[in-house]
T-cell receptor
């Protein structure tokens, strides 16, 4: 059974720092991996989608990498801003469904 | 901009009541999903649909039911709400094509007293 784990569960950084969020999964037979952002009490917004054949995707200050063989993905946020404060979730697409991790709650202090 | 809507946004209701959570999308997406999320926890898939007249149960056992009579509409019903149903319910949709992003609604926060 696929399990998705995100470390750390919470992270607090000062504004301007570069940071890395980690995601690991137990079964490498995935179709793709997505990173989402969730603001408190809201739905999720898809940030980046990496196909299983790809190694990374970039959007603005965000860069996501995928190493399928080791079951790992990272989300790199450059020059963090207070507006980046949210919960970040990764999810793997397998068997026609997305399987989510518990998320990393990020707080960027001014 | 995602065009997927959930109503109500918040619902407080007494035990035993029948409720329906609405989810509609105007993107013509075939695949739709319902997830349940407790505070600080991961999302759990409770129902999904591949298209009209298609409904499947997800990974998390749920006492709710769903229907898919129209492409754009995927309501979730609880026949008799209980306090254990208190949670956030998130609806999502996608085209079903390979490697397409999933779009989420804003969620319904349900509290059963």
């Amino acid at each position: 059974k696929q399990e998705v784990t995100q470390i750390p569960a919470a992270l607090s950084v000062p504004e301007g720092e570069n940071l890395v969020l980690n995601c690991s999964f137990t079964d490498s037979a995935i179709y793709n991996l997505q990173w989402f952002r969730q603001d408190p009490g809201k739905g999720l917004t898809s940030l980046l989608l990496i196909q299983s054949s790809q190694r990374e995707q970039t959007s603005g200050r965000l860069n996501a990498s995928l190493d399928k063989s080791s079951g790992r993905s990272t989300l790199y946020i450059a020059a963090s801003q207070p507006g980046d404060s949210a919960t970040y979730l990764c999810a793997v697409y397998q068997g026609g469904k997305l399987i989510f991790g518990q998320g990393t709650e990020l707080s960027v202090k001014p | 901009e995602a065009d997927i809507y959930q109503t109500p946004r918040y619902l407080v209701i007494g035990t035993g009541k029948k409720i329906t959570l609405e989810c509609s999308q105007t993107m013509g997406h075939d695949k739709m999903y319902w997830y349940q999320q407790d505070p600080g926890m991961e999302l759990h898939l409770i129902h999904y649909s591949y298209g009209v007249n298609s409904t499947e149960k997800g990974d998390l056992s749920s006492e709710s039911t769903v229907s898919r009579i129209r492409t754009e509409h995927f309501p979730l019903t609880l026949e008799s709400a209980r306090p254990s149903h208190t949670s956030q319910y998130l609806c999502a949709s996608e085209t079903g094509a390979a490697n397409e992003k999933l779009f989420f609604g804003s969620g319904t926060q349900l509290s059963v007293l």
